[in-house]
Nanobody, 123 residues
Framework: QVQLVESGGGLVQAGDSLRLSCVASGRTISTYTMGWFRQAPGKEREFVASSRWFGVYSLYYADSVKGRFTISRDNAKNTLYLQMNSLKPEDTANYYC???????????????WGQGTQVTVSS
């Protein structure tokens, strides 16, 4: 089983940028689908972005973050990233990284989850 630890969250102003990191230990992430999700207070957890592995990597984004967020991975460092630009107050949430084996839907079915890192965007 993999352990996932997120970092990089914080309090920023609207329009600022943050880069979240998710360091994995216990196994390599290179052949796993990795994703970022978020959950705001009082709301359900929602998909943000995914780096899907099915022999090649393919990237997916929620419409709400497309063009502003970029998911990437450094397999040598066993780390997943989420670069977040042009942050908005509605991006405020606890952000989680997740992993799963296989290349099925990038939107759900994840097996392993981190504890999350809080992102707060003030207006």
């Amino acid at each position: 089983q993999v352990q996932l630890v997120e970092s990089g969250g914080g309090l920023v102003q609207a329009g600022d940028s943050l880069r979240l990191s998710c360091v994995a230990s216990g196994r390599t992430i290179s052949t796993y689908t990795m994703g970022w999700f978020r959950q705001a207070p009082g709301k359900e957890r929602e998909f943000v972005a995914s780096s899907r592995w099915f022999g090649v990597y393919s990237l997916y984004y929620a419409d709400s973050v497309k063009g502003r967020f970029t998911i990437s991975r450094d397999n040598a460092k066993n780390t997943l990233y989420l670069q977040m630009n042009s942050l908005k107050p509605e991006d405020t949430a606890n952000y989680y990284c997740a992993s799963k084996k296989g290349g099925s839907s990038p939107l759900d079915g994840y097996d392993d989850w981190g504890q999350g890192t809080q992102v707060t965007v003030s207006s």
